[in-house]
């Protein structure tokens, strides 16, 4: 059986729980955070989410899950057949992760850890993120998913991309990523009331208790290194 190694307070870690769960996939859950010798030892880089296939393989990098997944398990698949719109829908996963996730990210120390960041630094995320929605104002159908009528990998990716910029941008930046594109917000909610997105959810809030202890934990100790 498949061992998802992670926590339920990561997107990305997510994003590969919802593949796995739409398919109908059997799997273990291994609660593991970045900075634990049993991370790197499955995952070369010490990120979330990592993999352990049946066969004892070890993976990591969530588009690479993602991957693996509709290949190993083609059942209710996520990626269409045609070779051309396969790739229209990893370019919106891509797109979104560019121009949307990891801008935004940049941002949340000053959510989680209360960290100062500069005005120049919140002008240049804006500016990204604002390339971010155009593009994916022009790529995206939500007829009535993202890449037209079927569920893709790319709406997967999206919902649990769009948590960060959703987390920073009030606060941050005083700006709400689901209007910034026509139809975002109806396709949000239409996501959000999927099953196995209700089910990834709440498992998100049963963790995230635990999941902030470890940050201000981690914080701390880089605090005291600082000093």
Request: with cysteine.
């Amino acid at each position: 059986m498949l061992t998802l190694h992670g926590f339920s307070s990561s997107n990305y870690y997510n994003i590969v729980k919802h593949c796995l769960l739409h398919k109908g996939v059997p799997f273990n859950e291994h609660l593991v955070y970045p900075g634990m010798p049993e991370l790197l030892a499955v995952s070369p880089a010490g990120k979330v989410p990592a993999l352990t296939t049946a066969s004892g393989t070890t993976l990591s990098e969530s588009s690479v899950l993602v991957e693996y997944i509709e290949d190993a398990y083609p059942d209710k698949p996520l990626l269409p057949e045609d070779p051309e719109q396969r790739a229209q829908v990893r370019q919106v996963m891509k797109m979104a992760e560019l121009y949307l996730e990891l801008p935004a990210r940049r941002l949340l120390p000053a959510v989680l850890g209360n960290v100062p960041v500069s005005d120049a630094v919140k002008k240049e995320v804006r500016l990204t993120l604002d390339k971010g929605t155009a593009s994916l104002g022009q790529l995206a159908r939500f007829t009535p998913w993202v890449c037209g009528d079927e569920l893709s990998l790319a709406d997967i990716y999206l919902r649990y991309v769009l948590a960060i910029p959703k987390l920073v941008g009030p606060s941050q930046l005083q700006w709400d990523v689901l209007p910034a594109v026509p139809g975002l917000a109806e396709w949000d909610a239409r996501m959000a009331a999927e099953a196995v997105s209700k089910q990834v959810d709440a498992d998100q809030q049963a963790n995230m208790k635990e999941f902030m202890a470890y940050v201000g934990k981690a914080m701390g100790g880089a605090k005291q290194e600082d000093n």
